[in-house]
């Protein structure tokens, strides 16, 4: 199994920044593919990014792409999410993720959430 903790969350005004951490413990080397996911009141959870082990793919659901970036520092078994040009709309709990197979919907470990709230 691999152990996933997430930080970084916190509130942050409309066009701000923020920077979420996922640190991975375990058998990290059974799920490589990291990915992040959120979930809003009331909303079902959905993806937001995802990540190949070396960083050679990259996804990014519609809604982020040119505001988030996904990376990873696989010496420190972490992934990142910068949160740039944040929107009302982004607020949420952000889940981390980890599968074995590239991917949206294959992800099996699953991190406690970090609550990210961005004020208008």
């Known amino acids: 199994q691999v152990q996933l903790v997430e930080s970084g969350g916190g509130l942050v005004q409309a066009g701000g920044s923020l920077r979420l951490s996922c640190a991975a413990s375990?058998?990290?080397?059974?799920?490589?593919?990291r990915g992040w996911f959120r979930q809003a009141p009331g909303k079902e959870r959905e993806f937001v990014a995802a990540?190949?082990?070396?960083?050679?793919?990259?996804d990014y659901a519609d809604a982020v792409k040119g505001r988030f970036t996904i990376s990873r520092d696989n010496a420190k078994n972490t992934v990142y999410l910068q949160m740039n040009s944040l929107k009302p709309e982004d607020t949420a709990v952000y889940y981390c993720?980890?599968?074995?197979?590239?991917?949206?919907?294959?992800?099996?470990?699953w991190g406690q959430g970090t609550q990210v709230t961005v004020s208008s």
């Open positions: 375990g058998r990290t080397w059974d799920r490589s593919v």
């Open positions: 993720a980890a599968a074995t197979r590239w991917g949206r919907s294959d992800y099996d470990c």
């Open positions: 990540i190949t082990y070396t960083g050679g793919s990259i």
